[in-house]
T-cell receptor
Framework: KQEVTQIPAALSVPEGENLVLNCSFTDSAIYNLQWFRQDPGKGLTSLLLIQSSQREQTSGRLNASLDKSSGRSTLYIAASQPGDSATYLCAVPPLGGNQFYFGTGTSLTVIP | NAGVTQTPKFRVLKTGQSMTLLCAQDMNHEYMYWYRQDPGMGLRLIHYSVGEGTTAKGEVPDGYNVSRLKKQNFLLGLESAAPSQTSVYFC??????????????FGEGSRLTVL
């Protein structure tokens, strides 16, 4: 069974700092990897989807990378803002599987 | 474009009561999922469906039933609610084929309290 780990569980940074969130997975046979954001009391919003053949994807201040061979993905957030405060989760669908496996998330707080 | 819509958003039940959560998606996705999210437990898959008329068990299916009579709708039922089913429930959908798994889209969630 695929195991997805996100470390650290919580992170607090001052506004303006660049930061990296980590996602590790045990089985490299995946279709893609997806990063989500969840605000308190809300649903999950898709941020970036990286296909298994890609190395990275960018959207605005966000950049996600994927290294399948090492079972790792990182989400880089540039020039962090208080509005970036949320929980960030990653998810992977394994090849031949019908479901997504989620990490438990990293809770990010950006201090003004 | 509504995406994934869940109803109701909030519900309070007494132990032993029954209820149904409705999930509707307008993206013509084949795959639909029901998750529950609890503090410290992350997202756990309850049931899922790979197409109209099909359902399958996920990680925590006990106490729940599902139906997918129409492609756009996925219903989650609790026949006899228990306090342990107090949770936030999320529906999600994705486009999948035999060789491709697409982006996962979530609803806003349904907060259920069982007294």
């Amino acid at each position: 069974k695929q195991e997805v780990t996100q470390i650290p569980a919580a992170l607090s940074v001052p506004e303006g700092e660049n930061l990296v969130l980590n996602c590790s997975f045990t089985d490299s046979a995946i279709y893609n990897l997806q990063w989500f954001r969840q605000d308190p009391g809300k649903g999950l919003t898709s941020l970036l989807l990286i296909q298994s053949s890609q190395r990275e994807q960018t959207s605005g201040r966000l950049n996600a990378s994927l290294d399948k061979s090492s079972g790792r993905s990182t989400l880089y957030i540039a020039a962090s803002q208080p509005g970036d405060s949320a929980t960030y989760l990653c998810a992977v669908p394994p090849l031949g599987g019908n479901q997504f496996y989620f990490g438990t998330g990293t809770s990010l707080t950006v201090i003004p | 474009n509504a995406g994934v819509t869940q109803t109701p958003k909030f519900r309070v039940l007494k132990t032993g009561q029954s209820m149904t959560l409705l999930c509707a998606q307008d993206m013509n996705h084949e795959y639909m999922y029901w998750y529950r999210q609890d503090p410290g437990m992350g997202l756990r898959l309850i049931h899922y469906s790979v197409g109209e008329g099909t359902t399958a068990k996920g990680e925590v299916p006990d106490g729940y039933n599902v139906s997918r009579l129409k492609k756009q709708n996925f219903l989650l039922g609790l026949e006899s609610a228990a306090p342990s089913q107090t949770s936030v429930y999320f529906c999600a959908s994705s486009y999948n084929s035999r060789v491709y798994t697409g982006e996962l889209f979530f609803g806003e969630g349904s907060r259920l309290t069982v007294l």
